[in-house]
T-cell receptor, first 113, second 113 residues
Framework: KAGVTQTPRYLIKTRGQQVTLSCSPI?????VSWYQQTPGQGLQFLFE???????NKGNFPGRFSGRQFSNSRSEMNVSTLELGDSALYLC????????????FGPGTRLTVT | GEDVEQSLFLSVREGDSSVINCTYT??????LYWYKQEPGAGLQLLTY?????DMKQDQRLTVLLNKKDKHLSLRIADTQTGDSAIYFC?????????????FGTGTLLAVQP
């Protein structure tokens, strides 16, 4: 079974632009969560989707949004990029709501200049 | 409250055992996890333990849970240079059927040959 895939792997944007990151979960998995990893704040929860519905949201500004499609693929969008948005964005998938096994993708490294 | 703490750094010699410690604050956590992150990579799920268990062993890995003290540890037997990485403990917030994970700060394990 293929693992969690994230595209693109690396991205460079300038302040004020917007960006869309994509995550394809493991086949058959219906739950997708997103995390931001930075040296200063560590790993922080962004949001979680199950069956196209947002189940939970972290403490991030409204510039951060996401969605999930009927095939369980998920995208997250960050508008009006700021320097502080530079981070590794990680996606995790699990087979069902409340599953205790969550598998992470390799991440998308976003650099904002 | 949501807070997970780990020591920042651990150095061991190849062949020795490594013990990585973690403390958490939310007594309602039902699952506790250990993830490994190598440079430039995502998070690899190593093992997890249910909160009603005291110990779990999986090959070279042993997880101990002291629920009274909210203390979790990961013991790696016969540590190898390939075990050098950052190790994160995480607790799951299971209230309301969510997959949200709260991560610790991470422990950098350096294995000396």
């Amino acid at each position: 079974k293929a693992g969690v895939t994230q595209t693109p792997r690396y991205l460079i944007k300038t302040r004020g632009q917007q960006v869309t990151l994509s995550c394809s979960p493991i086949s058959g998995h219906r739950s997708v969560s997103w995390y931001q990893q930075t040296p200063g704040q560590g790993l922080q929860f962004l949001f979680e989707y199950f069956s196209e519905t947002q189940r939970n949201k972290g403490n991030f500004p409204g510039r951060f949004s996401g969605r999930q499609f009927s095939n369980s693929r998920s995208e997250m969008n960050v508008s009006t990029l700021e320097l502080g948005d530079s981070a590794l964005y990680l996606c995790a998938s699990s087979s069902h709501d409340g599953s205790y096994e969550q598998y992470f993708g390799p991440g998308t490294r976003l650099t904002v200049t | 409250g949501e807070d997970v703490e780990q020591s920042l750094f651990l150095s061991v010699r190849e062949g020795d055992s490594s013990v990585i410690n973690c403390t958490y604050t939310d007594s309602s956590s039902t699952y506790l996890y250990w993830y490994k992150q190598e440079p430039g990579a995502g998070l690899q799920l190593l093992t997890y333990i249910f909160s009603n268990m005291d110990m779990k062993q999986d090959q070279r890995l042993t997880v101990l849970l002291n629920k009274k003290d909210k203390h979790l540890s990961l013991r790696i037997a016969d540590t190898q240079t390939g075990d050098s990485a950052i190790y994160f403990c995480a607790e799951s917030m299971r209230g309301g059927a969510t997959n949200k994970l709260i991560f610790g700060t991470g422990t950098l394990l350096a294995v000396q040959p």
